[in-house]
């Protein structure tokens, strides 16, 4: 038996194609180096030349980097109770499991820094009674305070605080 015959493949149209150029493509070439070897290649380049008189940036020599101190917080003179500051944020100390279920009250004196972004840093224990039981708590929830802080000249400054937190059992 013979297969049937194919059938013809339709014709089409012969559509215009039109070459772009590559995007990617360098528009320019610079000049070959010259090194004194045959087989120089030729240096690609992506945009308009560049004017080598003027300082570029990001090409400079590599310098050591100054040593980095902290600098030293300018302090407004004095020691200003806090209560003379904005307070933005605050947390209530955690009062401590072992003084809770004694019973136990008591004080902290806390002097600290605010800094001129208003965080609070160097907190130091002044006194506290009973010594060393409130301490640590008074401490760490100072730590996370915020203040508004000092403007001395129109600029934010350092200025050391102080702050007596109470430690009371109700019931």
């Not at 020691?79 to 955690?94: H, K, L, M, T």
């Not at 004080?107 to 039981?133: H, K, M, Q, Y």
């Amino acid at each position: 038996m013979a297969a049937p015959p194919a059938k013809p493949a339709p014709a089409t149209a012969p559509r215009s194609v039109q070459a772009l150029p590559d995007p990617l493509a360098p528009r320019y070439t610079n000049a070959p180096t010259r090194t004194g070897s045959a087989g120089a290649r030729r240096a690609r380049s992506y945009g308009a030349p560049i004017n080598d008189s003027l300082p570029t940036a990001g090409l400079a020599a590599p310098q050591k980097p100054a040593p980095t101190a902290e600098p030293a917080p300018v302090l407004a003179a004095g020691v200003i109770a806090a209560d003379e500051f904005d307070r933005i944020a605050s947390r209530n100390p955690v009062y401590p499991a072992e003084a809770l279920r004694n019973k136990t009250s008591g004080w902290v004196e806390l002097e600290f820094t605010i800094t001129p972004n208003g965080a609070v840093r160097d907190v130091a224990v002044v006194g506290s009674e009973p010594s060393g039981v409130f301490d640590s708590a008074a401490s760490d929830a100072l730590a996370e305070w915020r203040f508004r802080p000092r403007v001395v000249n129109g600029q934010p400054v350092a200025q050391r605080s102080r702050i007596t937190m109470r430690f009371d059992v109700e019931g």
